[in-house]
Antibody, heavy 117, light 110 residues
Framework: EVRLVESGGGFIHPGGSLRLSCAASGFPFGDFSMNWVRQAPGKGLEWVAY????????YYADSVKGRFTISRDNAENSLYLQMDSLRHDDTAVYYCARDWSYHFDNWGQGTLVTVSS | QSVLTQPASVSGSPGQSVTISCTGT?????????VSWYQQRPGKVPKLMIYEVTKRPSGVSNRFSGSKSGNTASLTISGLQAEDEADYYC??????????FGNGTKVTVL
């Protein structure tokens, strides 16, 4: 069974940093590209970042480019999202999602990030 | 990065069919056959319902079907059931911007 478990969310002041983690199990993690997708309270889904299975290609949404860094450790079956210079509008539930042929076939339960002064 | 345009809400009675449109541009929906649809029930995680415009993952009811014409993709739910009440999001690969989601459509079963 595919399992994705996010962690690292919490309350943070504007300008602060936070690192999210996603622990993967139940599939060959190193063979799949991965994504972060977020959802602000009461709002729709927004794709955030993508990393190819071999770490060869990384892409970001314009809204987070230059502030967020996606990375992965295939030996640890883990995906990460380093979030710096956080803003109020980064408040959201952050999901890690497995990428299979350019769609998201498995999602974690999400971790809530709240940016507030 | 703009979002794909979906109607805010659609509704139908049990047994009826509803169709949700998802309009993009020739750079995303119109260019790639990589449109997917996600169902999100209240308080739940999004679930993949359709991928590559028309394909259904194992376990998804055949009452759900997808199509595309030009820059607009569509999701049709046939034989509407109470359990179909949820928010639905389309998503398209868009190369430079990578992925674009629609603004979401709330499906209400009357």
């Amino acid at each position: 069974e595919v399992r994705l478990v996010e962690s690292g969310g919490g309350f943070i002041h504007p300008g602060g940093s936070l690192r999210l983690s996603c622990a993967a199990s139940g599939f060959p993690f190193g063979d799949f590209s991965m994504n972060w997708v977020r959802q602000a309270p009461g709002k729709g889904l927004e794709w955030v970042a993508y990393i190819r299975e071999s770490r060869g290609a990384i892409y970001y949404a314009d809204s987070v480019k230059g502030r967020f860094t996606i990375s992965r450790d295939n030996a640890e079956n883990s995906l990460y999202l380093q979030m710096d210079s956080l803003r109020h509008d980064d408040t959201a539930v952050y999901y890690c999602a497995r990428d299979w042929s350019y769609h998201f076939d498995n999602w974690g339960q999400g971790t809530l990030v709240t940016v507030s002064s | 990065q703009s979002v794909l345009t979906q109607p805010a809400s659609v509704s139908g009675s049990p047994g009826q069919s509803v169709t949700i449109s998802c309009t993009g541009t020739s750079s995303d929906v119109g260019r790639y056959g990589l449109v997917s649809w996600y169902q999100q029930r209240p308080g739940k995680v999004p679930k993949l319902m359709i991928y590559e415009v028309t394909k259904r993952p194992s376990g998804v009811s055949n009452r759900f079907s997808g199509s595309k014409s030009g820059n607009t993709a569509s999701l049709t739910i046939s034989g509407l059931q109470a359990e179909d009440e949820a928010d639905y999001y389309c998503c398209s690969y868009a190369r430079v911007t990578t992925f674009l989601f629609g603004n979401g459509t709330k499906v209400t079963v009357l």
